[in-house]
Nanobody, 133 residues
Framework: VQLQASGGGLVQAGGSLRLSCAVS????????IGWFRQAPGKEREGVSCIGISASRTVYADSVKGRFIVSRYNLKNTAYLQMNSLTPEDTAVYYC???????????????????????????WGQGTQVTVSS
C-alpha cells in the first residue's frame, strides 16, 4: 500500500488549501485515514482522522471548525480541506492509513487514540504547508 500526499504550498494567513491523499495498491475503503503534521522543532501531532465510515470524523482542538476531512472511495483519495489558515498551521502534513479501522470502536476516536502514530501502518511522504503572516 502506498500513500501520496499532495496539495501543500505557500498561502497567506486566512487562506485555504486542500490536501489530497491518494492510496494505491489497495482499496481506500479498507482503511481509516489519519492526517498528521510536524512543525520544525516540534513533535508530530494528529490533526484529523476519518474512519471507514465517512460519518466518523475527529479533529484536534487546534483545527476544529477550520479543517474538514473527507474521503472519496471511488477515487481512492482522502482530503483535508484547510480554511482560515494561520502561521501556526505551518508544518509538513502527512496522511496515514490504519488497516484496523474497520475494527475501531467509537471510543477509539472519542478517546483520542487516533492521535497515536503507532496505530497507522502506512504513511505518505508528507507535503509542506507554509502560511505567511
Amino acid at each position: 500500500v502506498q500513500l501520496q500526499a499532495s496539495g501543500g504550498g505557500l498561502v497567506q494567513a486566512g487562506g485555504s488549501l486542500r490536501l489530497s491523499c491518494a492510496v494505491s495498491g489497495s482499496r481506500l475503503d479498507d482503511y481509516a485515514i489519519g492526517w498528521f503534521r510536524q512543525a520544525p522543532g516540534k513533535e508530530r501531532e494528529g490533526v484529523s482522522c476519518i474512519g471507514i465510515s465517512a460519518s466518523r470524523t475527529v479533529y484536534a482542538d487546534s483545527v476544529k471548525g477550520r479543517f474538514i476531512v473527507s474521503r472519496y472511495n471511488l477515487k481512492n483519495t482522502a482530503y483535508l480541506q484547510m480554511n482560515s489558515l494561520t502561521p501556526e498551521d505551518t508544518a509538513v502534513y502527512y496522511c496515514a492509513a490504519d488497516r484496523q479501522g474497520v475494527l475501531r470502536a467509537p471510543g477509539y476516536y472519542s478517546g483520542g487514540y487516533w492521535r497515536e502514530s503507532g496505530n497507522y501502518e502506512f504513511w505518505g511522504q508528507g507535503t509542506q504547508v507554509t502560511v505567511s503572516s
